[in-house]
């Protein structure tokens, strides 16, 4: 039977996909896609909007994630009878998918690996304070450590670029974290020894 509804058959369709319909050329025809999935994507995908800072979008997107990670540990400490570190990790692994999903979206709007998503860089900041000793301190070295290894991308961090579309700009950045959680675990273990 053929829907007589074709709007709603287009959100059921991107609901099934996780893609939006596309004009040719690949960019997204905004027309033909709900104007609140794209609202939703739009905000998730640049964290609050913060991505449209006009420069240096992926330090503020950093940034917001160290914030982000100061502000729930402590709510956490107060109010959560579950041990914080594991409501990080349940967070991060929402962040991903998530962003996956919202960062693949915008990068068919922006073009590919569109600046203005800062998600991944969310996420990146998660992973590198995942079961780690919370200081302030502890979180600033870990932010110049991400920052670093999301700049310079060392192997597989730039292989990782190359999956296809939000997996691709959500992933780099989680590995980038991994080494930027070890690189906090050493330095760490080096200054308790030292001091």
């Not at 369709?13 to 609202?39: C, I, M, N, Q, W």
């Not at 041990?83 to 349940?90: G, L, N």
Request: hydrophobic residues 55%; neutral net charge.
């Amino acid at each position: 039977m053929t829907d007589t509804h074709p709007h709603t058959s287009l959100i059921g369709r991107y609901l099934k996909s996780g893609v939006t319909e596309s004009a040719p050329g690949g960019e997204v025809d905004a027309s033909r896609t709900s104007g609140f999935v794209l609202f939703g994507a739009k905000l998730l995908a640049t964290a609050g909007f913060v991505g449209y800072v006009p420069f240096a979008q992926g330090t503020f997107g950093s940034l917001w994630g160290a914030v982000a990670y100061l502000v729930v540990y402590l709510s956490g400490m107060v109010f959560s009878p579950v041990p914080v570190m594991w409501i990080f990790f349940a967070l991060t692994v929402v962040v991903y998918f998530v962003g996956v999903w919202s960062a693949g979206v915008c990068e068919r709007i922006w073009g590919h690996d569109p600046g203005r998503v800062v998600i991944d860089e969310v996420a990146g900041m998660l992973v590198t304070m995942l079961f780690l000793p919370v200081a302030v301190d502890t979180v600033a070295i870990g932010f110049v450590l991400f920052r670093a290894f999301d700049i310079f991308k060392p192997q597989p961090v730039r292989l990782c670029e190359r999956l296809p579309r939000g997996w691709g700009i959500m992933t780099d950045d989680i590995v980038a974290g991994v080494y930027a959680n070890l690189s906090l675990r050493i330095i760490i273990v080096v200054l308790s020894v030292v001091l």
